[in-house]
């Protein structure tokens, strides 16, 4: 398992990766699922649950198979001034959307947890956790991972007028694994399930996908 010292060496890498590119107004953090998945939690109690993080990303991270949590992009649309997402997902049809501001109220520290592309494309992904202050996955991550300051990191932050801003450094996807249950019934209320259009397979891969071994810009 990669220790912290590991973490901090790709906390490096992928702070050298967005050096010297923008950023944009993110208004949303965005989870793409199935027509299923969405369906059986609307004929349950309305609660998306954790899952147990899986062996997506570098196999040797702390996360995989220790926390549970909920996946949601951060990504925004090409030269989006208004904090649009990206019209388009490879994890399913429907997309739920939520507040940024909303889901970071509820789990507002934020941890550095990986850097990482996939086997097959030149797409690099940076993963980081959300946990509510005390909790015992926030316990976990103090010891395994590193704190990011909302104000000062290059991935997501607040600017100085309190606006929420993500990178949008070229073929980076900043990934928020939110670590609380969430009861998704007031955002069905407001209209925030989507359907959506799907590139690639349309769906996650069971268990995950391991990360490229000998990337230049994200190995260790």
Same mark, same amino acid.
């Given at each position: 398992?990669?220790?912290?010292?590991?973490?901090?060496?790709?906390?490096?890498?992928?702070?050298?990766?967005?050096?010297?590119?923008?950023?944009?107004?993110?208004?949303?953090?965005?989870?793409?699922?199935?027509?299923?998945?969405?369906?059986?939690?609307?004929?349950?109690?309305?609660?998306?649950?954790?899952?147990?993080?899986?062996?997506?990303?570098?196999?040797?991270?702390?996360?995989?198979?220790?926390?549970?949590?909920?996946?949601?992009?951060?990504?925004?649309?090409?030269?989006?001034?208004?904090?649009?997402?990206?019209?388009?997902?490879?994890?399913?049809?429907?997309?739920?959307?939520?507040?940024?501001?909303?889901?970071?109220?509820?789990?507002?520290?934020?941890?550095?947890?990986?850097?990482?592309?996939?086997?097959?494309?030149?797409?690099?992904?940076?993963?980081?956790?959300?946990?509510?202050?005390?909790?015992?996955?926030?316990?976990?991550?103090?010891?395994?991972?590193?704190?990011?300051?909302?104000?000062?990191? $290059?991935?997501?932050?607040?600017?100085?007028?309190?606006?929420?801003?993500?990178?949008?450094?070229?073929?980076?996807?900043?990934?928020?694994?939110?670590?609380?249950?969430?009861?998704?019934?007031?955002?069905?209320?407001?209209?925030?399930?989507?359907?959506?259009?799907?590139?690639?397979?349309?769906?996650?891969? $069971?268990?995950?996908? $391991?990360?490229?071994?000998?990337?230049?810009?994200?190995?260790?």
């Amino acid at each position: 398992m990669l220790d912290q010292n590991d973490i901090k060496v790709l906390l490096r890498k992928a702070t050298d990766y967005v050096k010297g590119d923008g950023h944009a107004y993110c208004r949303w953090f965005y989870r793409n699922q199935s027509h299923g998945y969405f369906d059986e939690i609307r004929k349950s109690d309305g609660v998306m649950n954790r899952i147990l993080k899986d062996n997506t990303g570098d196999p040797g991270s702390p996360i995989n198979g220790n926390i549970s949590g909920l996946f949601f992009s951060a990504a925004v649309r090409y030269n989006s001034t208004s904090g649009d997402p990206i019209p388009f997902s490879p994890f399913g049809p429907v997309r739920l959307l939520v507040p940024a501001i909303e889901l970071l109220a509820k789990a507002p520290k934020i941890y550095f947890a990986d850097f990482y592309c996939m086997p097959c494309s030149d797409n690099h992904y940076v993963t980081l956790v959300m946990t509510s202050p005390g909790s015992k996955t926030d316990e976990f991550c103090a010891e395994h991972l590193v704190e990011l300051e909302i104000h000062n990191n $290059p991935f997501i932050f607040k600017d100085k007028s309190g606006t929420l801003q993500v990178t949008t450094a070229k073929k980076l996807y900043v990934e928020m694994y939110y670590t609380e249950d969430l009861d998704i019934k007031p955002y069905l209320k407001r209209g925030l399930l989507k359907d959506c259009e799907t590139v690639g397979q349309g769906h996650s891969t $069971p268990g995950g996908i $391991p990360k490229t071994e000998l990337c230049p810009f994200c190995s260790i």
